[in-house]
Nanobody
Framework: QLPVVESGGGLVQPGGSLRLSCTAPGFALEHYAVGWFRQAPGKEREGVACIDSTAATTRYADSVKGRFAISRDNAKRTVYLEMNSLKPDDTMNYYC????????????????WGQGTQVTVSS
């Protein structure tokens, strides 16, 4: 499968905000379900938020509900993850993934993956 590309990571202070973006240079992302995942060294990759192709359905991990928002602008062929009230525990590498089918919000539900973008929350 062709990859997706994440951008927008960086260093922010606790309580700050960051917006990540996901694009697909080689295919029409607007037709795909998209998920955001994150992983710390030595830990399992975990689902953060997922969205179907039309944004009719979204899913969030309990740890980010009320703080993060997944959205998409299909005219721009871009999916976003708005992260607010960031905590040090949010410090991880964040991955975008896409699949033609919305099967769930676990890593195994997605076939096309990006390389990741680092998010560090620290004072």
């Amino acid at each position: 499968q062709l990859p997706v590309v994440e951008s927008g990571g960086g260093l922010v202070q606790p309580g700050g905000s960051l917006r990540l973006s996901c694009t697909a240079p080689g295919f029409a992302l607007e037709h795909y379900a998209v998920g955001w995942f994150r992983q710390a060294p030595g830990k399992e990759r975990e689902g953060v938020a997922c969205i179907d192709s039309t944004a009719a359905t979204t899913r969030y991990a309990d740890s980010v509900k009320g703080r993060f928002a997944i959205s998409r602008d299909n005219a721009k062929r871009t999916v976003y993850l708005e992260m607010n009230s960031l905590k040090p525990d949010d410090t991880m590498n964040y991955y975008c993934a896409a699949d033609l089918w919305f099967k769930g919000c676990s890593p195994g539900d997605f076939s096309s993956w990006g390389q990741g973008t680092q998010v560090t929350v620290s004072s």
